[in-house]
């Protein structure tokens, strides 16, 4: 959840809740806590309207810096409407229903769903996503942007990736997500989401 509040977009409401956090993590194991203080450290250094101006020129202006996370996997191509049902699929499978305007693969509201429905649905959704989450730390690390400390501590969170995962990681620092859908992406042989998998409580 304290990487769900400081990842989304900073609005006056959501700002004053980074005190809040900061409290919060002192119980999380160390290199989680130490790369959430890191970023609460450049933001209290940062005025409301110039983490704003941040957030928008880094996520919005640059492709590989993307919070929507079947991107890296499908790009712009029609792959992508297919990934972006078998989000709503996962809330559905885990009892839970989209009530924001966000798409479904936004990361912070994958987090929220991780953090609030407790069910092992989440943490697949985002072990299956783990390439993407690379590529989008290593992008806000290459351009120095303190939003890289939070990707570190949800990188930290998971389990550790596997020879494939690293390989279609490198893949996607290389070459950007797909512009056009060539073959099968990996994405399309996930397993379904059982119904029976979760215990989420409906919003």
């Avoid at 130490?34 to 919005?60: N, P």
């Avoid at 279609?168 to 989401?193: D, I, K, M, Q, W």
Wanted: hydrophobic letters at 45%; glycine letters at 6%.
């Amino acid at each position: 959840m304290a990487a769900s509040i400081l990842l989304d977009y900073p609005t006056d409401e959501r700002r004053p809740r980074f005190d809040a956090v900061r409290i919060a993590i002192q119980g999380l194991p160390e290199p989680v806590r130490l790369a959430l203080t890191a970023f609460l450290d450049a933001a209290d250094s940062m005025s409301h309207q110039e983490l704003q101006a941040h957030f928008t020129a880094t996520f919005d202006m640059k492709r590989k810096c993307c919070l929507y996370l079947s991107y890296f996997a499908a790009g712009d191509t029609r792959r992508r409407g297919m990934a972006l049902v078998r989000f709503i699929e996962a809330y559905r499978a885990a009892g839970y229903e989209i009530a924001a305007e966000e798409l479904p693969d936004y990361l912070p509201m994958v987090l929220e769903f991780s953090a609030v429905s407790g069910s092992p649905i989440a943490r697949e959704l985002l072990s299956s996503h783990r390439d993407g989450i690379e590529v989008l730390h290593q992008a806000l690390d290459s351009v120095t942007s303190p939003y890289a400390h939070v990707l570190e501590a949800i990188a930290l969170s998971l389990p550790a990736i596997d020879d494939a995962t690293r390989a279609r990681y490198l893949a996607l620092v290389n070459e950007g997500p797909p512009t056009e859908l060539v073959g099968v992406s990996f994405l399309g042989n996930l397993a379904p989401f059982s119904a029976t998998a979760g215990e989420g409580v409906h919003r």
